[in-house]
Each structure stands twice: as C-alpha cells, then as structure tokens.
C-alpha cells in the first residue's frame, strides 16, 4: 500500500520564478492538505483540498495557490518566488470524514517532502 | 484548537522507557491529543491519537490525565532510530470548520546509545 508520495524531491529556483509541487495521497484518502516547514520551526498549515475545492486556508498569501484533480492528487504552486518561499513543503492526505455513512477520524498521513531553495 | 506546552529536548538511554510530557490546560471536551513525530529532514509520522481513555499501538502508548489537561506519550524501549522531533498537538473532531493540524516546537528526544 503506497503511502503519501510527492515530488520532485528537491528545487532549486530563484527569486521572481513560479513553482509547481505534486502530492499523490494515500490510497483510500480523498483530502489533501499542505504544509510549509522553514527550517528549526512545526509545519506550517497552507491549505486543504477537498472534492477539488480549498476548504481551509492558513496565513499564507495569494501566490500560494493549488488544485485537486478528480484522481485526489494535488498541486501546490507559489508565485513570484521570494527568498523566505525556502522551506520543506509536505503535503499530507486523510480519508473522508464520512464514508458509506460511517465516520472516521481524518487522520494526516505526511508525505516526504519537497525541498524548495530559493536562490 | 488548544495550545500545547512541550519541553524543547529530553535524552533517552537505549532500551529504556522515554516519557515524553505535553500540556494542554485549555483543552475543550470533543477535542482529540494527536502525536507525531519527525526524524531530521523527514515528513511527520503519525504516531497515535486518543480523546480520553489511554491508547496503545505497535509504537507507542498515550496516557491522557482524568482532567485531560495533560498527556504523556510513552515509547517503552526507545532505540536509537526513536531520536527525533516529538510533536503534540490537540485538535477537534473533523466534521466542523477546522481542518488543519496546529504543530508548535514540539520535544527534541535524543536516545543515547
């Protein structure tokens, strides 16, 4: 059972340039979230993707941004890269919280991570 | 969601019992004590969750308090590939409007050999 996939794995980019990252959930898990994690601090919360629309959303700008697809994969992309984008991005799936009428716990599951440098 | 209180860092022996505390006076009644943890450089791993009654799976055991304004999580014989950021965070049922998971500092667990 593959668990929480992302890639690429590591990005270099430099100020002004867009970035596009991919989380593959979880089998079985329909909601996605992101993180962004700046080194020496907790993870972050960006936003979370439901039945392809953002369901929440944490103090991150307008050039964060992303997208689900009818697959449950998600993209984030950041715009207008600036220095302090320079972070481990995670993305993290969990199921429905209803499913054939039962309630579940949305429990996160992390992937990876992806490594943004912005130079 | 309730704020948690974590030390920054504790050390471990190998093999014995590391007891990792976390605070959560503000807690309210329908929220869940989640427990994650990070190797350097890793995604978090979840690692258990539990509301008020004790928990125990293939990793670790969560010892919530009657008053759950505090929780231990217990890793029995901690082993050098333990060392890492424990973080513990309380969060409501999902079903309402917050969906996210609210990590802070969390407890550097170092296991010596």
């Known amino acids: 059972d593959a668990g929480v996939t992302q890639s690429p794995t590591h990005l270099i980019k430099t100020r002004g340039q867009q970035v596009t990252l991919r989380c593959s959930p979880k089998s079985g898990h329909d909601t996605v979230s992101w993180y962004q994690q700046a080194l020496g601090q907790g993870p972050q919360f960006i936003f979370q993707y439901y039945e392809e629309e953002e369901r929440q959303r944490g103090n991150f700008p307008d050039r964060f941004s992303g997208h689900q697809y009818p697959n449950y994969s998600s993209e984030l992309n950041v715009n207008a890269l600036l220095l302090g984008d320079s972070a481990l991005y995670l993305c993290?799936?969990?199921?429905?919280?209803?499913?054939?009428?039962?309630?579940?716990?949305?429990?996160?599951?992390f992937g990876p991570g992806t490594r943004l440098t912005v130079l | 969601d309730a704020k948690t209180t974590q030390p920054p860092s504790m050390d471990c022996a190998e093999g014995r019992a590391a007891n990792l505390p976390c605070n959560h006076s503000t807690i309210s009644g329908n929220e869940y004590v989640y427990w994650y943890r990070q190797i350097h450089s890793q995604g978090p791993q979840y690692i258990i969750h539990g509301l008020k009654n004790n928990e125990t799976n293939e990793m670790a055991s969560l010892i919530i308090t009657e008053d759950r304004k505090s929780s231990t999580l217990i890793l029995p014989h901690a082993t050098l590939r333990d060392t890492a950021v424990y973080y513990c965070?309380?969060?409501?049922?999902?079903?309402?409007?917050?969906?996210?998971?609210?990590f802070g500092k969390g407890t550097l667990l170092t296991v010596n050999p």
């Open positions: 993290a799936s969990s199921p429905a919280v209803t499913s054939g009428g039962a309630k579940k716990l949305d429990t996160q599951y």
């Open positions: 965070i309380v969060r409501g049922h999902s079903g309402g409007s917050n969906y996210k998971l609210t």
